[in-house]
């Protein structure tokens, strides 16, 4: 029997709507691409120039690595790149297409050009700092350094040109090294610096649910963290040292900045946290609405059936129903009247492929605010190409959960390799035929990158990415 995917966020601790945003936004940010279409890059295509005007792809499913290349035109990843040496010349374009994972290793000038992340994007340079002469926009996972030999890696801004760090609702961003932040940032997704950030001639603009954790955390600005609307409710978390620099500017105006001040830290000075509340012997910042408790998305061959429930004594006039295909351009599909005394609402609407769903609940006395995002993939149909993925991509705790679609039952094993294709951790697998969800356990696995694979007789799926995130 076939198992039907059910897409849950159950939405717990920061305010789950978004008002009109007022962040800078990215430009010219392509969708993703439903074919790869350019010119290949395949195996001998070293030390080459990626020439302006010219669109390249490589969708190969093994590492490729190219040493000394130069980036000037745009780059498609729809596979599994490795780019070593790597220099930027001019304003190039790098898109990273969902299921593609792309590693940069000791890029040997400034991050330039635009680069667009909706699959697995990470730089490591050892010890030093990337500057990031870019504009950056990441709606999957992008990582600078791991938690081993380029532990160090940072980032370091420049505040010109056309430089913006967008990280998307439902993205995960993570620096690993000391960054000093010269550039605007949009934040509307998980941040972590796992060193010192120093926020100077710019600040970080969060919209709702955002969070940003930080080890060490000084602000050279005023104010530092700004909302894009009154209403919303946005999180710093800061998990060793919190001001102190001479300089340090007002965190933030607002009292909708909730900074969550972990036990044992150490609150330098001046610290200046302004308008913001502040929670001591703070552990985390989970997501938590006013109104909605839970949105999900039930997705079928030809159909998705949306849930949600709300609060007791919600004042919800009206729910729209929005949908994408791309995540992020959005048509409306429906209107609901809120019924008196209702807590949950089923609604059924059409599906044609994987299919990003919203809510906006119009209240009574507000102005709209809208939900978080859901993801409903129906899966191939009638037995169509055999599909695996990790859901979430960042996995925070000691557990995968597999999204798996075959055709034939599978007996074989599941194989996790790092960056560098070692098998870091093998265990058993049966999955049976149709849509079914498997749980693994990952014991002993540091933070970093790695690649799912389900490896048995006649199983050829391509591997799942994803990225293990420190709690």
Known sequence: MKATQIVT??????????????????????SPSPTCTGTSLVSGNNNITLTSGTTYIYSGSTLLDLAGDKIQGTLLVCGDLELDNLNFSGVPSIVVEPGGTLTISAPSNAFKGYITNYGTLTVLNGSNQVTLDAQIAN?????????????????????????LLYNAAGATFTVEGNSLNNMPVTNEGQMYFYADLNQQTSSICETNDAVLTVADYNNDTNPGITLDAPGDQAGLIVTKILGGNSSNGTIANSSNVLICENPGI????????????????????????????????????????LQWSIAPSTPVRDFVVFSSTD????????????????????????????TWYRL?????????????LVLADPGPENGGAESLRV?????????????????HPVQGSWIVLDLRGRVVLEQAADVQPGRSITQLALPGLAPGT????????????RPAPFVLVRP
């Not at 302004?274 to 159909?303: H, I």
């Not at 979430?392 to 959960?401: D, E, H, I």
Request: charged share 10%.
């Open 327 to 354: 995540g992020k351009n959005f048509d409306s599909l429906q209107t609901l009247p809120a019924e008196p005394g209702t807590l949950q609402y089923t609604c059924e609407v059409p599906l044609v492929g994987p």
């Open 450 to 461: 790695y690649e799912l694979l389900l490896q048995g007789a006649g199983a050829w799926i």
């Open 391 to 407: 859901q979430p991509t960042a996995v925070t705790g000691n557990q995968l959960q597999i999204y798996s679609q075959l055709e």
């Open 266 to 305: 150490t609150i330098g000075s001046p610290y200046l946290p302004g308008s913001a509340t502040v929670m001591t012997n703070c552990t985390s910042l989970s997501v938590l609405p006013l109104s909605l408790t839970s949105f999900t998305a039930s997705a079928t061959s030809r159909t998705c059936t």
């Open 9 to 30: 966020f159950t939405l717990m601790g920061l305010s789950a709507f978004r008002a009109a945003a007022q962040c800078t936004l990215p430009v010219n940010v392509p």
């Open 139 to 163: 709606y999957g996972t992008m990582t600078f350094g791991d938690a081993g030999a380029n532990s160090g890696t940072g980032i370091q801004g420049n505040s010109g040109g056309i430089e």
């Open 360 to 372: 906006r609940l119009d209240l009574e006395g507000k102005t709209q605010d809208f939900s978080a």
